[in-house]
């Protein structure tokens, strides 16, 4: 018997701390979600700690992982298919082969890509063939992209500084390639004082999402982000307020965050806030 799966979802684990699957499952769960989470490393804790234990998964295990997707027939009962960090360019390759083959099999399948590259703040962060493997296979299979600003400058090939000049990079890019995007993290000199913006681009319409700054940043918010919005459209929500709604959890994870006087995302005094409630829901 097959279990009727909602997302299958492509990225990091880690044992320590909320980053990919570990930051993006539970809040897929909480709104009733089954997810089949496929996991690209499998580590102690994210890079940013002085140690770091355990590997980067092989591309055979992985391409077995999804193969073994495949065979519990997950892909037809699948509405998302989501990807984030991928460890290696073998990886990424393993996965858009996957996902190629998964829309052959499902039509209706959505892909959700994250393009985890680097941030303004650290640049960088993966090796170049993972970014080349990024922008020359699944970024062009993307249905929606859910890249920061120093991503979407990346993949636009431009600085992307202001509104006008991402939105002019944008334009450039859905000329050439049907895909939405939400840009993450974005601070424009005409951003208000304190604030943040994500950024929805679908079709014509570009819709400003204004978010106060926290005095946190910890590893892994565009992560949740990604999976709350995931969750939000397939609980049929719009893409401007599937995006407004997952800036306003995670926004309550942080708050949660702060009070608690940690640095990594805590998840289980944030559960109020991650958990759907009539005063939370879309």
Same mark, same amino acid.
């Given at each position: 018997?097959v279990?009727?799966?909602?997302?299958?979802?492509?990225?990091?684990?880690?044992?320590?701390?909320?980053?990919?699957?570990?930051?993006?499952?539970?809040p897929?769960?909480?709104r009733?979600?089954?997810?089949?989470?496929?996991?690209?490393?499998? /580590?102690?804790n994210?890079?940013?700690?002085?140690?770091?234990?355990?590997?980067?998964?092989?591309?055979?295990l992985?391409?077995?992982?999804?193969?073994?997707?495949? %065979?519990?027939?997950?892909? %037809?009962?699948? +509405?998302?298919?989501?990807?984030?960090?991928?460890?290696?360019?073998?990886?990424?390759?393993?996965?858009?082969?996957?996902?190629?083959?998964?829309?052959? /099999?499902?039509p209706?399948?959505?892909?959700? !890509?994250?393009?985890?590259m680097?941030?303004?703040?650290?640049g960088? &962060?993966?090796a170049?063939?993972?970014?080349?493997?990024?922008?020359?296979?699944?970024v062009?299979?993307?249905?929606?992209?859910t890249?920061?600003?120093? %991503?979407?400058?990346?993949?636009t090939? =431009?600085?992307?500084?202001?509104?006008?000049?991402?939105?002019?990079?944008?334009?450039? /890019?859905?000329?050439s390639?049907?895909?939405?995007?939400?840009v993450t993290?974005c601070? &424009?000199?005409? =951003?208000?004082?304190?604030?943040? %913006?994500?950024?929805? &681009?679908?079709?014509?319409?570009?819709t400003?999402?204004?978010?106060? +700054? /926290?005095s946190? $940043?910890?590893?892994?918010?565009?992560d949740?982000?990604?999976?709350?919005? =995931?969750?939000?459209?397939? !609980?049929? !929500?719009?893409?401007?307020?599937?995006? +407004?709604?997952?800036?306003? $959890? $995670?926004?309550?994870?942080?708050?949660?965050?702060?009070?608690e006087?940690?640095?990594?995302?805590q998840?289980?005094s944030?559960?109020d806030?991650?958990t759907? =409630?009539q005063?939370?829901?879309?």
């Amino acid at each position: 018997m097959v279990m009727q799966t909602s997302i299958i979802s492509i990225q990091s684990q880690v044992v320590h701390g909320h980053v990919g699957n570990s930051a993006a499952v539970l809040p897929l769960q909480l709104r009733g979600l089954n997810v089949a989470a496929v996991p690209t490393t499998l /580590l102690s804790n994210h890079p940013g700690y002085q140690t770091l234990r355990g590997r980067v998964l092989e591309p055979e295990l992985v391409g077995d992982l999804l193969r073994g997707v495949e %065979e519990r027939g997950l892909i %037809e009962t699948s +509405r998302y298919i989501v990807s984030g960090y991928l460890g290696s360019r073998a990886n990424g390759e393993v996965v858009a082969a996957f996902v190629e083959r998964a829309k052959k /099999l499902n039509p209706d399948i959505v892909y959700i !890509c994250d393009p985890v590259m680097g941030d303004t703040n650290l640049g960088v &962060f993966v090796a170049d063939q993972v970014v080349e493997c990024l922008l020359d296979h699944l970024v062009p299979l993307a249905d929606l992209l859910t890249p920061n600003q120093f %991503e979407a400058g990346l993949i636009t090939q =431009t600085k992307a500084a202001s509104f006008e000049e991402l939105d002019a990079a944008i334009t450039r /890019l859905q000329g050439s390639r049907n895909a939405r995007l939400v840009v993450t993290s974005c601070a &424009f000199p005409d =951003t208000p004082d304190g604030s943040l %913006e994500n950024v929805v &681009f679908e079709g014509i319409t570009r819709t400003r999402l204004v978010s106060p +700054r /926290l005095s946190i $940043v910890p590893v892994g918010t565009g992560d949740l982000f990604t999976g709350l919005l =995931t969750a939000n459209l397939a !609980c049929g !929500c719009h893409l401007s307020d599937a995006a +407004r709604n997952a800036a306003a $959890v $995670v926004l309550g994870v942080l708050q949660c965050t702060i009070s608690e006087g940690e640095h990594e995302m805590q998840f289980g005094s944030s559960i109020d806030a991650l958990t759907p =409630t009539q005063e939370n829901r879309v």
